[in-house]
Nanobody, 121 residues
């Protein structure tokens, strides 16, 4: 069974930084697109950042210049470096990845369990 395990959430003050990481379980033969989403209370889930297999990166406008997405396929991990955090960044952050299991010929999209990020003074 494939799993995505997220770590790195927490509570910080405005202007501080956090790094989220998300690692896929073993038994993966391929990783395609990876991304981070977030969902604030009472709001729809939104795409924060994405990175393709060829490392083309995209960001939602509100985080451009502050957040950086990166990946290491050997480690089966995607990171989200978040700098200059603002209260409006408060949300549950989810990673997602298109993974090919060793016993499969197709890619499927998997989601992490979510990690809480709270930015408050």
């Amino acid at each position: 069974q494939v799993q995505l395990v997220e770590t790195g959430g927490g509570s910080v003050q405005p202007g501080e930084s956090l790094t989220l990481s998300c690692t896929a379980s073993e038994g993966i033969s391929g990783i395609d697109n990876m991304a981070w989403y977030r969902q604030a209370p009472g709001k729809q889930r939104e795409l924060v950042a994405s990175i393709t297999y060829g490392e083309v990166k995209k960001y939602t406008d509100s985080v451009k210049g502050r957040f950086t997405i990166s990946r290491d396929d050997v480690k089966r991990t995607v990171w989200l470096q978040m700098n200059s955090l603002k209260p409006e960044d408060t949300a549950v952050y989810y990673c997602t990845a298109d993974l090919q299991h060793l016993n499969s010929t197709v890619y499927s999209t998997w989601w992490g369990q979510g990690t809480q990020v709270t930015v408050s003074s």
